[in-house]
């Protein structure tokens, strides 16, 4: 699996969202940015990035991901 692949999967399923994924294959990090997460909770926010990636995660073909889920505002002042 490509880190490509892996953002266009997100991005399909988050609309609106801006995705930077990288990887080597198996071991992937992800930085989505997205105002659906505005109101939710660390945890609500990776789970529904997990959830547009759940059948590649069960069949094994993402090993482990580690995603930073943030609003444009909080993104925006951590860029500060």
Not at 18 to 23: I, K, M, R, S
């Amino acid at each position: 699996m490509h880190p490509e692949d892996i953002q266009k999967m997100i991005q399909s399923k988050l609309p609106n969202s801006t995705v930077e994924v990288t990887g080597d294959g198996r071991h992937f990090e992800a930085i989505v940015v997205c105002a659906q997460f505005e109101g939710m909770g660390l945890l609500a926010r990776q789970r529904a990035v997990y959830g547009t990636l759940d059948d590649h995660i069960h069949n094994g073909n993402i090993h482990a991901l580690s995603i930073k889920a943030k609003t444009p505002a909080e993104w925006e002042s951590e860029k500060k």
